[in-house]
T-cell receptor, first 109, second 112 residues
Framework: GQNIDQPTEMTATEGAIVQINCTYQ??????LFWYQQHAGEAPTFLSY????GLEEKGRFSSFLSRSKGYSYLLLKELQMKDSASYLC??????????FGAGTTVTVRA | IAGITQAPTSQILAAGRRMTLRCTQD?????MYWYRQDLGLGLRLIHY???????GKGEVPDGYSVSRANTDDFPLTLASAVPSQTSVYFC???????????FGPGTRLTVL
C-alpha cells in the first residue's frame, strides 16, 4: 500500500506564493499527480511527474524527487479562485492511484 | 453529454436497502474507477475496471460490487447499505491506466 502525507491546511495572501509538500512511501511507483478540488466539486487534474525535476504549467509548478519520496506543488501569483483543496496522488506498481488526504489552501485578500 | 455523469446527485437511504449508483462516460475511455471521499481520509479506491468486461478490487471493496458490461457504463451497487457507507462517491475514467483520471461530479449518499 501507500502512505501519503501532506499538510492539512495552509493560508496565504493574494499575489503571494505557496508551496504544498507531499511525502510518500510506496510499493512500486509509476508517477505522481496533483489534483485541485473546489468545495463541493469533483477533483480536476493539475500536473503529473514521473521523472525527477520540475514541471511548470503557467502559475502552477510541480517538483518530484523519487529518491526522497517527495513532491511539492508551487502556486504562484495566488488568486482568490485558487482557494481549494490540493490532492497529492501516487500511482503504484499496479497503476492504481492512492490519494493523500488533501491540503486546504485559503487565499486571503 | 460530454464527460462523465453520475446519478443520483444525492440520496438518503435507509440501512439495509439496496442501492445502485450510476456512472456513464462518453469519452470512450477504457479504464473506470469508483472512489469514496470521507473527511480527513481523502479519496479511497473501491473498485476499478481497466477495460470492458473486467473489474478489480481497490482499497475498500467490502460491501460494494461493480460490473462493466460495456465501455460507457460502470455502476456501483451497495447490496445492503450500512451507515458507514455514508460518503461522497466519485466515478472517474482514463484513456488507460497510464493516464490522468477525469472525475464525475459525485454522488452524496447518506445511510441512516
Amino acid at each position: 500500500g501507500q502512505n501519503i502525507d501532506q499538510p492539512t491546511e495552509m493560508t496565504a495572501t493574494e499575489g503571494a506564493i505557496v508551496q504544498i509538500n507531499c511525502t510518500y512511501q510506496t510499493s512500486g511507483f509509476n508517477g505522481l499527480f496533483w489534483y485541485q478540488q473546489h468545495a463541493g466539486e469533483a477533483p480536476t487534474f493539475l500536473s503529473y511527474n514521473v521523472l525527477d525535476g520540475l514541471e511548470e504549467k503557467g502559475r502552477f509548478s510541480s517538483f518530484l524527487s523519487r529518491s526522497k519520496g517527495y513532491s511539492y506543488l508551487l502556486l504562484k501569483e495566488l488568486q482568490m479562485k485558487d482557494s481549494a483543496s490540493y490532492l497529492c496522488a501516487v500511482r503504484d506498481g499496479d497503476y492504481k492511484l492512492s490519494f493523500g488526504a488533501g491540503t486546504t489552501v485559503t487565499v486571503r485578500a | 453529454i460530454a464527460g462523465i455523469t453520475q446519478a443520483p446527485t444525492s440520496q438518503i437511504l435507509a440501512a439495509g436497502r439496496r442501492m445502485t449508483l450510476r456512472c456513464t462516460q462518453d469519452m470512450r475511455h477504457n479504464a473506470m474507477y469508483w472512489y469514496r471521499q470521507d473527511l480527513g481520509l481523502g479519496l479511497r479506491l473501491i473498485h476499478y475496471s481497466n477495460t470492458a468486461g473486467t473489474t478489480g478490487k481497490g482499497e475498500v471493496p467490502d460491501g460494494y460490487s461493480v460490473s462493466r458490461a460495456n465501455t460507457d457504463d460502470f455502476p456501483l451497487t451497495l447490496a445492503s447499505a450500512v451507515p458507514s457507507q455514508t460518503s461522497v462517491y466519485f466515478c472517474a475514467s482514463s484513456t488507460g491506466t497510464n493516464n490522468e483520471q477525469f472525475f464525475g461530479p459525485g454522488t452524496r449518499l447518506t445511510v441512516l
